[in-house]
């Protein structure tokens, strides 16, 4: 067995959520098979509900600092822990944006004026990568017309995602084929007592990955191999 990175993961300080403190993460996933994780709050606008009204700085910083709480205890355990965002657009479009870091956003304080395709164009020029969460995800609060964005900027799909549908993940495998995209796949976890018990899912390199750097060139690559366990 090589190395399995959940790259998909949600904390209580910065997604509401998420009944976890980062901290209990880190310790659930250190008692798993996984060899670590990427912290990827929700990440949308100017504003976080649960930060209120704050400067851009500010809101950077919270996320930044919640990751720091983590990593601290991640480094004394041996997890692997990693920056990352999940940035959203409404109606189930998201984007996953990894290799960043408290200077990428310091830098940006427009990101959020971006269109998915300019973010993501910011991300990659910047040397970091880019995925579709949990595409073709199917919720009543996405019209049936309603027109995703440009699938073909980005590096990578998500193809398999542990809230998604079974028929939401079989198109996204079918589509990252279609345009030739790398592979990301992550539990999206919530609520780290359901990490042993429910189905979870990552990516296993098979070479240990420690710094942003090595993540991005490690899904670059191809060579990460979908992993699953459980059942929906």
């Not at 990427?38 to 009204?53: A, M």
């Not at 500010?58 to 930044?64: D, H, I, L, P, Q």
């Not at 300019?118 to 579709?132: K, M, P």
Request: proline share 3%.
């Amino acid at each position: 067995m090589g190395y399995i990175y959940d790259l998909h993961v949600h904390s209580k300080e910065l997604s509401g959520c998420s009944s976890s403190a980062v901290r209990d993460m880190v310790r659930a996933y250190k008692e798993s098979v996984y060899s670590g994780f990427v912290l990827t709050n929700h990440f949308s606008g100017r504003t976080n509900p649960l930060l209120g009204e704050v400067s851009w700085e500010e809101k950077v910083t919270a996320y930044w600092n919640a990751y720091l709480d983590g990593k601290q205890l991640a480094d004394e355990l041996g997890v692997d822990m990693f920056f990352g965002l999940e940035y959203g657009y409404g109606m189930a479009q998201e984007i996953l944006l990894y290799g960043i870091d408290v200077d990428f956003l310091l830098a940006h304080p427009d990101l959020c004026d971006n269109t998915p395709e300019q973010l993501t164009a910011l991300v990659q020029n910047s040397g970091g990568f880019v995925s579709h969460a949990h595409p073709f995800r199917n919720r009543f609060y996405v019209p049936k017309d309603y027109k995703h964005m440009d699938l073909t900027c980005l590096d990578a799909i998500e193809i398999f995602n542990a809230g998604n549908m079974e028929l939401d993940d079989a198109k996204a495998v079918i589509r990252c084929n279609e345009l030739g995209l790398k592979i990301t796949a992550g539990s999206d976890m919530h609520h780290c007592e359901l990490l042993a018990t429910t189905l979870n899912g990552g990516i296993e390199f098979p070479e240990r990955v420690t710094t942003n750097a090595e993540l991005v060139a490690a899904l670059k690559s191809g060579e990460g191999k979908l992993y699953r366990h459980g059942t929906r």
